[in-house]
């Protein structure tokens, strides 16, 4: 079965620390896998994709296939990566996403 | 680029009530999704369409939701009826239908009350 677990449901940090949202997935086959933002009274919004490869706002996630993790990374925290952070797996065929349950990232000044 | 819209926004209605939801996707996206997230948890897919069909919904308890694409385009989703579990925001989503991965667009959602 597919599923995908972000452990926090809170982070907090202080402006400039480094940030590191986890998420961990179960899947029998070859993830494709994404992070998506909602920011405050915005809507759900495609923040990264593994196969990209691509660093976004300075964000960046690697995929580990042998720990399964797809952890999100950011060295230096801002104030406006306050948000709601989802991390989801897509399966082919259907390609259907699967969340986690989010975590949201509260930056402090 | 006009994204994806839905309506209404908020909607606040008794149990055993029906319920319906309207969703609009981007111009010429031809799969289009229907998600229910209840709070605290992360958005679940209820059904997904490929132009006017239905391509997955395992997740849709048929008894209660309905959902429709006439035309391929605009959908609605419908509860009756609604039960007090089924409050929560019911996003819409779209993509290109194309290629892997298809990078889904969301809605604002609807937030729903069930009292």
């Known amino acids: 079965a597919q599923r995908v677990t972000q452990p926090e449901k809170l982070l907090s940090v202080f402006k400039g620390a480094p940030v590191e949202l986890k998420c961990n997935y179960s899947?029998?086959?070859?993830?494709?896998l994404f992070w998506y933002v909602q920011y405050s009274r915005q809507r759900l919004q495609l923040l990264l994709r593994?196969?990209s490869r691509e660093s976004i706002k300075g964000f960046t996630a690697d995929l580990n296939k042998g720990e399964t993790s797809f952890h999100l990374k950011k060295p230096f925290a801002q104030e406006e990566d306050s948000a709601m952070y989802y991390c989801?797996?897509?399966?082919?065929?259907?390609?259907?996403?699967?969340f986690g349950t989010g975590t949201r990232l509260l930056v402090s000044p | 680029e006009a994204g994806v819209a839905q309506s209404p926004r908020y909607k606040i209605i008794e149990k055993r009530q029906s319920v319906a939801f309207w969703c609009n996707p981007i111009?010429?996206?031809?799969?289009l999704y229907w998600y229910q997230q209840i709070l605290g948890q992360g958005p679940k897919l209820l059904i997904q369409?490929?132009?006017?069909?239905?391509?997955?919904d395992s997740q849709l308890p048929k008894d209660r939701f309905s959902a429709e694409r006439l035309k391929g385009v605009d959908s609605t989703l419908k509860i009756q009826p609604a039960k007090l579990e089924d409050s929560a925001v019911y996003l819409c989503?779209?993509?290109?239908?194309?290629?892997?991965?298809?990078?889904?667009?969301f809605g604002p959602g609807t937030r729903l009350t069930v009292l």
């Open positions: 593994h196969i």
């Open positions: 369409f490929q132009n006017n069909g239905v391509v997955d």
């Open positions: 989801a797996l897509i399966s082919r065929g259907f390609q259907k996403l699967v």
């Open positions: 899947y029998s086959g070859s993830p494709e």
């Open positions: 989503a779209s993509s290109l239908g194309t290629g892997f991965p298809d990078t889904q667009y």
């Open positions: 111009s010429g996206h031809a799969t």
